[in-house]
Every structure is written in C-alpha cells, then in structure tokens.
C-alpha cells in the first residue's frame, strides 16, 4: 500500500514506528551503556569506530533525514555534520576528531529522537515517496539497527571483562539433510512491494536459473575444522590468486577469534572462551577463506540469485516469499536475530524457519558469503541517495545474506542485501556451498 492512507491505517502505522523507534534504541542503549565512557570513547579496532561516534552518528542520521528533511525544522547541531560524516571521516581517523563526549552524544541523540516523535504527531503518509507508508522512518530504524550490529562487532573485538549477557541459543530439533536440489526455472528476485525495502533490493525481476544443489545449512565449525587439519590454508590449490595473496600477507591459519587448545579449538566470544562447538556454523571467515573451504569440499559458493531462490522461491506456490517460511515476520521459533543469542544456533535449531524446498537457517545466525560482487539489479535507480548502496557498486564488494545472530528483524528479509570487502573478518561472516545438479538431477 503507497500512497494517501486512511486515518485508521495512518495513526496504525504511527503506532508501528514508533515502537521501531523506541525498540531500537533499547538496543542501542544495551550496547553503549554496557562500557564506561572511557570504552566509549577508545578504538578498539583500526576496523571499526569508537562506540560514541556510531551513537552519535545515529543521532545525525535521523536528524538530517527526519527532523530536517521529512519535517522541515531548524538543525539541532548542524556544526557536528562533518564529525558524523561516515563518507569524509575514515573510521581509522575519528578517534582524533573533537567528537561529543558521551554525556553530549546521549543528550544529542535524546534531543533529536523528541523532535522526531513530535514530527510522528504531525506528518501526512502522502504519496511523496519519501514519507509514503512510513519510509523514512523505515529507512532511518534500519539504519540504528545495522549500526547497533556494527557495535556488536566492536564489543566482540574489545579487550577485556565479558560486559553483554544472553542465553545460550535453542538446541538442534531434528537432523538437516546434507543438501537440497533447487529445479531449473524462473523465480522473482528482488522486490516492488515491501514498504521499507532500500534501493538496492529493488526492482523485483525475473531470473532464470538452471538446477544446482546447494547446503541444507551453513557449513559447521567440525567441516571447517576438517578443512583446515587437512591443511587448507597451507595448499594453494584451494585459493584464488588474490586469496592465496592474502593468507600469506595477513597470516590466517583459522577463523578469526579461534586458538589451538590442547587438541581442539577454542573461540573467544565477547570476552569469553569457549570450546569450538562443532554443530554450529563457522563465523568470523571472510570470503577467500570461504571460497578456498568450498573448493576444498569440491564445491563453489552460490551465486547471489541462487542464494535468494533457495530463501524465497516456493515450488507449490511459483511465488517469492519475502521469508523463507512465509510473509510473517520472523519470531524467535523462525530465525536466530537480534542479539537475541550472542552466537550462531547450532544446526537443525530453527526447523520453523526452513524454506519450502527443505533449506534450513537462510536468516540468521551468520551472514553468508556468495559469489556475486555488489551491483544493481536490473532497472536500479538511487533513492533517496546515492551513498546508501550504488557508491559501493563494483568488483571490490561481495554480496553477502541472510543476516546474522546480531542482525535485528527490521534490517534483515529475503531480499536484505549486504556487501563487504572479501577480506574482511570482524563481521559475524559465515557460508553455505553450492554445486551444479548432476544431469540425472536435473531432470528429476
């Protein structure tokens, strides 16, 4: 539904933002004021800012975009743009700017947030496309929550005491086949419909795809354990050109966070050490090691489309659902999101969330690296600016889906897309293989 609305529907819809609003920023909360200010203000990683700019920065996203534009009202701190600037300010570089200490950025973004429930009050849902069915607002919550999951990751590479607690995830219901065959044929990637949908998930277009198989869930820290006692990372067989440069420039041996324990692995997770746990989905590999385990395994890693086909396409149905198990929105019996767990679920956890076709924790648990780099779809257009995705178009970006353990609800669908250098690792990265469907499967 875009366009003029009812006033049932509008207050609705009011409603429906501003427990976004105010759920979000719970979040953001939890994650700022488990530290004292001076883990506030210290960059713990040349990867990642110091958790005051991000709480800052959220501040002045949702003024510009909100309190400025969709209202129209005098700047709150226009002299503080240029700090929060995430374009001109290189994240290795805003320790040294005179950024808000943390009493100001919390009265900052508190300020802000006020004029933007006043701004709820008033604001006509019309059909300007920037307010139609609550985008902005839409836009503006997602972005929180894609920086509160960046928090997540600098709390996860911060020295120190365990400062964030959560219970440990569901055990595993039931067993998940090795693989599942996805039939040649056409489906609907993309969408026109979703309200809060970014540019880059738009347009919905028609794809056309030959059968392949692909993992029935993300590959397990015991696989990845196989790939590297067969020596993995010391065989360039398995590696790219730029890959194999890249373990021998940078050293990896294992996933980020492990270390040798005895005869095993362990893994330190938000101050914690843990036994590697061999069910559960490795995380912390960035794609050249991704690709190198699947070439390993004789396989590849699928394609983005093929990716969002085996998320979405129903066979009974020729639909693309905007979920793998169906439109509804993810509950804690489909999908491990939201910092409600602070690590992957082992597999076989989530059997409610599975796809149609028997394809089991596409959402959730660990972002999964495929083998497209990030690029429009077809009939892209910007909106409402270029800086969200199309400057990132290119070689230099992979698309990675299906979001993560710390990826809330609001940031992460079907058609949710996100791209990242293919060495980085401080992100809660995993992957699932994929493989051509031999001729006999194919024409089943």
Known sequence: MTGTITDRSSEELRGRIAAELDRTRARTAVLTDAVDDDDLVRQHSSLMSPLVWDLAHVGNQEELWLVRDVGGREPVRRDIDDLYDAFKQPRRDRPALPLLPPDQARAYVATVREKVYDLLDRVAFDSRRLVADGFAFGMIVQHEQQHDETMLATHQLRAGPAVLQAPPPPEPARPVPGEVLVPAGRFVMGTDTDPWALDNERPAHQVDLPAYVIDAAPVTNGAYRAFIADGGYDDPRWWTEAGWRHRRRAGLSAPMHWRRDGDGWAYRRFGRWDQVRDDEPVVHVGYHEAQAYAAWAGKRLPSEAEWEKAARWDPATGRSRRYPWGDDEPT?????????????????????????????????????????????????????????????????????????????????????????????????????????????????
């Open 332 to 444: 804690s019996a489909h999908a491990n999101l939201g910092q409600r767990h602070l690590r992957p679920a082992p597999v076989g956890a989530y059997p409610a969330g599975a796809s149609p076709l028997g394809v089991h924790q596409l959402i959730g648990d660990v972002w999964e690296w495929t083998s497209t780099p990030f690029r429009g779809h077809p009939g892209f257009a910007a909106f409402p600016y270029r800086e969200y995705s199309e400057v990132f178009f290119g070689d230099d970006h992979q698309v990675l889906r299906g979001g993560s353990f710390g990826t809330d609800r609001a940031a992460c669908r079907g058609t949710f897309r996100n791209w990242d250098y293919p060495i980085r690792r401080q992100i809660f990265s995993g992957f699932r293989c994929a493989r051509d469907a031999d001729p006999d499967q194919a024409h089943r």
